[in-house]
């Protein structure tokens, strides 16, 4: 069973990657959120994959809400694997995600990452579409990896360009807070007022009032993905994103 969380694609493909050569489930974290699911039995040898995107070096809340959430049930203890999508750093994504799977008793095993575009736009820039395809053409080998290990069940550490603990998780409490602030959000006149923001936030922090978006902050997770998915670009959020483009991974809808 694949766990996955993503808003721009990312973390899909390489959950959908592995999939196709494992025969795993997939598992949406955002369907399961939005529909109570946490309940899964595993059958005999099902091992458990946890994907997600890194936000803050550290994990996006609704990935640490589903965590605490979920309860496996499983005749023996199943290989568990966690993925950090990253595009800089994974930080500390894999032991914060341990902490939760340690409580359950069915701790992490191996640890992966995989470089991608880095969707925080309003410090990085994916403008520049070849650029873009160059890191996206850089991810396959590291799925492969990733398979042949996963394979065998091998353990281990093959995170890589991780910082310290005390430094992600001092940097995690501290930025990911800052960069939850909605009131950075401002539609511009392009809106045409279409609701597809509204219907694709993985958490329902937007509402439409009068044909525009409006956040609701303690819910917003700060996904970007109301940005980043925007058939019109009318989202923006702080004073660069606009000059740094729009980005979903090609190779999945989401
Ligand atoms: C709020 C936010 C914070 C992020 N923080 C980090 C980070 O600390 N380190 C990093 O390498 N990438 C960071 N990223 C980039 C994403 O982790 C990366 O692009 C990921 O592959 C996106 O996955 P998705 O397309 O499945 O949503 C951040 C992105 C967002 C939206
Ligand atoms: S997705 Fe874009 S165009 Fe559609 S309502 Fe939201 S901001 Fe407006
Ligand atoms: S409002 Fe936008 S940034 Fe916030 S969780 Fe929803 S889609 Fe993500």
């Not at 992966?112 to 880095?118: N, R």
């Not at 910082?163 to 001092?170: E, I, L």
């Not at 930025?175 to 509204?198: A, H, I, P, Q, S």
């Not at 660069?240 to 483009?245: D, I, L």
Request: hydrophobic share 35%; proline share 5%; glycine share 6%.
């Amino acid at each position: 069973m694949i766990l996955y969380f993503s808003a721009t694609g990312n973390s899909k493909y390489v959950a959908s990657s592995i999939a196709k050569v494992t025969n795993d489930r997939l598992v949406s974290i955002v369907d399961c959120m939005k529909n109570g699911d946490f309940s899964f039995s595993l059958s005999r040898n099902e091992a458990i994959g946890i994907i997600s995107p890194t936000y803050s070096w550290g994990l996006p809340l609704i990935v640490c809400e589903f965590l605490e959430k979920v309860e496996l049930t499983y005749a023996e203890k199943p290989y568990v694997y966690f993925i950090a999508t990253y595009g800089t750093s994974p930080g500390q994504t894999g032991f914060f995600a341990n902490q939760y799977m340690k409580e359950k008793e069915i701790p992490i095993d191996a640890q992966f990452s995989v470089k991608m575009p880095d969707t925080w736009t309003p410090t990085f820039n994916l403008s520049n579409k070849e650029k873009v395809s160059k890191i996206n053409a850089g991810v396959e080998p590291q799925i492969d990896f990733i398979i042949k290990k996963i394979k065998i069940e091998e353990w281990g550490d093959f995170m890589k360009n991780k910082v310290p603990r005390f430094a992600a998780k001092v940097f995690y409490n501290l930025e990911y807070d800052n960069m939850r602030k909605t009131k950075r959000f401002k539609v511009e006149d392009t809106c045409v007022g279409c609701g597809l923001c509204e219907k694709k936030c993985p958490v329902n922090a937007i509402e439409i009032h009068n044909g525009k978006p409006v956040w609701i902050k303690d819910q917003c997770v700060m996904c970007l993905g109301c940005l980043h998915r925007c058939p019109k670009f009318a989202i923006q959020y702080g004073k660069n994103t606009k000059k740094h483009g729009q980005y979903t991974n090609p190779n999945v809808r989401i």
